[in-house]
């Protein structure tokens, strides 16, 4: 499967992005879907996941409560809420498809390319 993120952008504390990542290839609802970042200088962590159906999501605490993921299974396509922006949220952000079990992390073997979201105070 092939992935391609998009909607990152510069807005400022307290705003809203949407980000959406694209993807093709053979049946999307086969797969776990998630959203990563990597901010300046720290490791890549997860941000939220979300099952085939849909029916199932996990949250990082850092993002709980103001960031929402959901998918589009019939536009193969994954989105990422963003509400409450603060600075640390600063990163670059990436989507990625996991053929196991979407809660593990570790499933995630399909990457698309970052799109960079900066919140300025």
């Known amino acids: 499967v092939q992935l391609q993120a998009s909607g990152g952008g510069l807005v400022q504390a307290g705003g809203s992005l949407r980000l959406s990542c694209a993807a093709s290839g053979p049946t999307f609802s086969n797969y776990g879907m998630g959203w990563f970042r990597r901010a300046p200088g720290k490791e890549r962590d997860f941000v939220a996941l979300?099952?085939?159906?849909?029916?199932?999501?996990r949250y990082a605490d850092s993002v709980k409560d103001r960031f929402t993921i959901s998918r589009d299974n019939a536009k193969n396509t994954v989105y990422l809420q963003m509400k409450t922006l603060k600075p640390e949220d600063t990163a670059i952000y990436y989507c990625?498809?996991?053929?196991?079990?979407?809660?593990?992390?570790?499933?995630?073997?399909?990457w698309g390319q970052g799109t960079q979201v900066t919140v300025s105070s």
């Open positions: 979300i099952n085939g159906s849909g029916g199932s999501t």
């Open positions: 990625a498809a996991a053929r196991g079990s979407y809660y593990f992390t570790r499933n995630y073997d399909y």
